[in-house]
């Protein structure tokens, strides 16, 4: 079955400090790719679209300057956070979706950020 | 608007029924689909209507009626690894295919 893979699992970063997390397709092609946040006991919220080679479609209310979004091939997006804040810390999941044919899209294992 | 409502947690005995309904009313629709959540993970696909109908895959069953913007996971024999978040997602059926989740329902199973 397709993998998305996403790097790191788990950061701790100062406020006020960038973090990058990435998110990879390892055995398939993804032309489209989502980022999802998720609060405890939250369920899934769309932050963005990120499509390879275009500027990715941001969820309103989401700061695309604060959330910077790279879809620079079709096996990885990464997603920065820029300037974190205590607020930002969360569950970062991305997921993809590129296989002709299959339905579903396929989930990284998630990134848990908690900033200080 | 997009609005997708599930009942926020939900007990039930191991080897029971239970049933996890789910209400949608979405600008569009393509599809719906359901994923199991355990805590600190990512999601896990379960199944997918977008017909009207009953969809069978082992324990789990889902069912949906597009007129009454209506949709229910079913959990036959339940095990105690059951326990987890079970999520509800409208597909969009413009643009990229963005997936519009629900409110979640935890499950609980007890011995």
């Known amino acids: 079955g397709a993998v998305v893979s996403q790097h790191p699992s788990w950061v701790i970063c100062k406020s006020g400090t960038s973090v990058k997390i990435e998110c990879r397709s390892l055995d398939f092609q993804a032309t489209t790719m989502f980022w999802y946040r998720q609060f405890p006991k939250q369920s899934l919220m769309l932050m963005a679209t990120s499509n390879e080679g275009s500027k990715a479609t941001y969820e309103q209310g989401v700061e695309k300057d604060k959330f910077l979004i790279n879809h620079a091939s079709l096996t990885l997006s990464t997603l920065t956070v820029t300037s974190a804040h205590p607020e930002d810390s969360s569950f970062y999941i991305c997921?993809?979706?590129?296989?002709?044919?299959?339905?579903?899209?396929?989930f990284g294992p998630g990134t848990r950020l908690t900033v200080t | 608007g997009q609005n997708i409502d599930q009942p926020t947690e939900m007990t039930a005995t191991e080897g029971a029924i239970v049933q996890i309904n789910c209400t949608y009313q979405t600008s569009g629709f393509n599809g719906l689909f359901w994923y199991q959540q355990h805590a600190g993970e990512a999601p896990t696909f379960l199944s997918y209507?977008?017909?009207?109908g009953l969809e069978e895959k082992g324990r789990f069953s889902s069912f949906l009626s597009r007129s009454k913007g209506y949709s229910y996971l079913l959990l036959k024999e339940l095990q105690m690894k059951d326990s987890a978040s079970y999520l509800c997602a409208v597909r969009d059926p413009t643009g990229f295919q963005k997936l519009v989740f629900g409110t979640g329902t935890r499950l609980l199973v007890s011995p």
């Open positions: 209507n977008v017909l009207d």
């Open positions: 997921s993809a979706h590129g296989l002709a044919g299959v339905e579903e899209q396929y």
